[in-house]
């Protein structure tokens, strides 16, 4: 089973941008898909999609409160996987979760797509 760690979450203002990371160990992921979710306070039963890339970056799928503004991407050298978040929102405040599947040409939407996950990186963007 291939072991996630997500980095790169913080605190930032409305409108600025970060970038999360997903570090891939345990197995070389460059044709598994992959995705982002996250999971905001009060909220603790429902995770949303936020994007997925499928094995060798042929697919890429975007929720639809983040379509335009969130870029998932992959380093297959690097076994890394990244979600680019610019015009940030307040309600884009939540913990983000790093998840990969089997190896796959699609992007699964639902969390039951995917089968490791990783321990999450808070978000918080202030208005």
């Known amino acids: 089973q291939v072991q996630l760690v997500e980095s790169g979450g913080g605190l930032v203002q409305a409108g600025g941008s970060l970038r999360l990371s997903c570090a891939a160990s345990g197995r070389t992921i460059s044709n598994y898909r992959m995705a982002w979710f996250r999971q905001a306070l009060g909220k603790e039963r429902e995770r949303e999609f936020v994007g997925g890339i499928s094995g060798e970056a042929a697919v890429t799928r975007y929720g639809d409160s983040v379509k335009g503004r969130f870029t998932i991407s992959r380093d297959n050298v690097k076994n890394t996987v990244y979600l680019q978040m610019d015009s940030l929102k307040p309600e884009d405040t939540a913990i983000y979760y790093c998840?990969?599947?089997?190896?796959?040409?699609?992007?699964?939407?639902?969390?039951?797509?995917?089968?490791?996950w990783g321990q999450g990186t808070q978000v918080t963007v202030s208005s």
């Open positions: 998840a990969a599947g089997d190896p796959a040409w699609t992007v699964a939407t639902i969390s039951t797509g995917y089968s490791s």
